[in-house]
């Protein structure tokens, strides 16, 4: 095991305040800002494993026909197996989700001024909470513009992801209006370390969304989101529970625990996984951590191809860079692939460019 000190050695600007822990269904998110967008550099997950914080319970309102099946099925499964299902999960979505602010006939027209100039960075309070926002050089309001949503991992700040991600730099802060939401207590729903209530988060991205077009023209047919860890969870819930909201998703080093693919509206959306095959936090199978079952990148795969209407089982490998392969379904109605980074740990990687290449895929395809 490295030592801090060396840990700092091989990251170029970084600061100590950066090696954020990530725990129970978060790693360490721990690429950071570097001049070279491929290389490769990382966090130290046993640095998050020595901090991890005890989860905390998820909401004692949760979905009471949830937790009689939820019974029922743990019931089944042989005590040294751990659970499968956790109790409370995020609720089923509703038939009939809240609609799109209604723009006039016309040109879209601002409900406000802009409060970030083109390329620039800003912070916007929506209710309660808040997120950063990235607005492209090129921003025109005459022309709708896609919007990514980038989700911080779990113990780690909304500036730090925005810096290590690159989304800024990459060909999405090119092209895109990137935002990125406040976590409260650094966590996301679906996950044992929620501070949220089930559903919360969703609203707020939902309200989030619809704050920004006040301010821009988007492109709401264009909407993603991606993440890291606890984040890229959180991306696995932006296409499950709002598929009526986003075109497509990119999860990096996901913690998918059961709530984050449970209750799936039926909608097509397009879904990427990164994930090394040495995940230490998040092993790329599944797993069980805190008595709870993490899904693995194949079971979350497997699910993305019956949604997506793939044809199941049958699928193309390419090599990607010298040490990862894209693993696509075939036949799909939106893409479903599997990035699998071989010999990596829990990272948000640069080589290959995780933000240019989700943006590839990902900016070829709208609701």
Known sequence: MKSPRSWRRRIVGATASMLMAVGVLAAPAQAQSIPNVDQLTAGSSNAANAVERAANGAANNANRAWNDMARQVNGAIPKEAGSSVPYN?????????????????????????QPVAPGHNGEIRVGNRSYLIWVPRGYNASRPTPVMVGYSAYQDSTENFRNYSRLRESNVGRDAIIVYPRAIGTSWE??????????????????????????????????????????????????????DLFAGVAGVSGAYYWPVNSNCQNIPVAFLAYHGTNDTLTNYHGGVRRGTRYLGVP????????????????????????????????????PVQAIKVHGSNHFWWYNPSTANDMWAVLSRVSK
């Open 89 to 113: 999960p995020i609720p089923a979505p509703a038939q009939n989700p809240a609609p799109a602010p209604r723009q006039a006939a016309g040109p879209w027209r601002p409900a406000a001024g």
């Open 190 to 243: 679906g996950s044992a370390t929620s501070a949220t209530r089930p559903g919360e988060d969703i609203r707020f991205v939902r309200a989030m969304i619809n704050d920004v077009q006040r301010y821009y023209n988007i492109d709401r047919r264009r909407i993603y989101a991606t993440g890291m860890s606890t984040g890229g969870g959180m991306a696995a819930v932006s296409a499950c529970h709002m598929a």
């Open 299 to 334: 079971d979350l795969f497997s699910s993305y191809e019956r949604r997506n209407g793939c044809n199941i089982g049958r699928i193309s490998k390419t090599p990607l860079s010298n040490n990862a392969t894209r693993i696509s379904a075939t036949g799909c109605k939106k």
